[in-house]
């Protein structure tokens, strides 16, 4: 899987095509082998995600002091919630497509399912709760990346709205889709594969397509991305360097 994602980098455009506001700058980073995926935070852990990892840092002292125990295939993306870590998990590139959201749970260290999606519309690329609803984004790739979509649940993970991707963002998506995205506010801010980029959308009153706000610049060349509670920037990773990589707004 790294070794294809890496070759379609390789004859790939360097840069997204949007032109970009400033948005995000490196403050400090942390190297880590697991850095391949996805990176998540809290004020005591850095949480780095491979594929089938979840390996946990200790902050202060920048020493890994966890590895999670629990199978897993295609991890992607993750964020904390309630003390726990919920990363999107897929069988990503196989078919049919099976998704997943998994959660590690620090105090066990066991990496479990948390809910298995039944036929979900894609592979599942990233997941986030905002207090009341979960929002899942499902991806599709080539020549189907406007398959995308953001679906939008209610407890016992009912369905209640979904919304596709803006043109200008699936073109820009390179053929391959959003790795990860979060909450900014009221706006969401969503991740590029293998570009430093993020497009801030905006959910619509009505209507079923996110809307492009702005292309932001940032310092993480794709891959999932989480808030920082202890600095209130932005968390992510730079897979080629095999680091995760800490934010802070552009002055």
Same mark, same amino acid.
């Given at each position: !899987?790294?070794?294809?994602? +890496?070759?379609?980098?390789?004859?790939?455009?360097?840069?997204?095509? @949007?032109?970009?506001?400033?948005?995000?700058?490196?403050?400090?980073?942390?190297?880590?082998?697991?850095?391949?995926?996805?990176?998540?935070?809290?004020?005591?852990?850095?949480?780095?995600?491979?594929?089938?990892?979840?390996?946990?840092?200790?902050?202060?002292?920048?020493?890994?002091?966890?590895?999670? =125990?629990?199978?897993?295939?295609?991890?992607?993306?993750?964020?904390?919630?309630?003390?726990?870590?919920?990363?999107?998990?897929?069988?990503?590139?196989?078919?049919?497509?099976?998704?997943?959201?998994?959660?590690?749970?620090?105090?066990?260290?066991?990496?479990?399912? #948390?809910?298995? #999606?039944?036929?979900?519309?894609?592979?599942?690329?990233?997941?986030?709760?905002?207090?009341?609803?979960?929002?899942?984004?499902?991806?599709?790739?080539? +020549? =189907?990346?406007?398959?995308?979509?953001?679906?939008?649940?209610?407890?016992? #993970?009912?369905? =209640?709205?979904?919304?596709? #991707?803006?043109?200008?963002?699936?073109?820009?998506?390179?053929? !391959?889709?959003?790795?990860?995205?979060?909450?900014?506010?009221? !706006?969401?801010?969503?991740?590029?594969?293998?570009?430093?980029?993020?497009?801030? @959308?905006?959910?619509?009153?009505?209507?079923?397509?996110?809307?492009?706000?702005?292309?932001?610049?940032?310092?993480?060349?794709?891959?999932?991305?989480?808030?920082?509670?202890?600095?209130?920037?932005?968390?992510?990773?730079?897979?080629?360097?095999?680091?995760?990589?800490?934010? =802070?707004?552009?002055?």
């Amino acid at each position: !899987m790294l070794l294809l994602a +890496a070759l379609l980098v390789g004859f790939a455009p360097a840069e997204s095509k @949007l032109a970009l506001k400033p948005g995000w700058t490196a403050a400090s980073s942390l190297p880590s082998p697991h850095a391949t995926q996805a990176a998540a935070a809290d004020e005591k852990a850095v949480y780095v995600v491979s594929n089938t990892t979840v390996a946990v840092y200790d902050r202060a002292t920048g020493k890994l002091v966890a590895t999670s =125990e629990g199978k897993a295939e295609h991890l992607n993306s993750a964020f904390v919630w309630k003390g726990k870590v919920y990363c999107a998990h897929s069988n990503y590139p196989k078919k049919p497509d099976t998704s997943e959201i998994r959660v590690y749970d620090p105090a066990t260290n066991k990496l479990t399912v #948390f809910h298995d #999606f039944k036929d979900p519309p894609g592979s599942l690329v990233w997941n986030v709760h905002d207090g009341k609803h979960w929002w899942c984004s499902f991806a599709h790739y080539k +020549a =189907e990346n406007a398959k995308t979509v953001l679906i939008r649940y209610a407890d016992g #993970f009912k369905e =209640e709205q979904r919304w596709t #991707f803006p043109k200008a963002v699936v073109d820009d998506w390179d053929g !391959m889709s959003a790795s990860g995205g979060i909450w900014d506010g009221d !706006m969401l801010l969503v991740s590029h594969h293998h570009f430093k980029v993020l497009y801030r @959308l905006r959910v619509p009153k009505d209507g079923t397509e996110l809307e492009l706000a702005e292309a932001l610049s940032c310092p993480f060349p794709g891959q999932g991305i989480a808030a920082d509670p202890e600095t209130g920037g932005l968390v992510g990773i730079d897979r080629a360097g095999r680091k995760v990589v800490f934010a =802070e707004r552009a002055k």
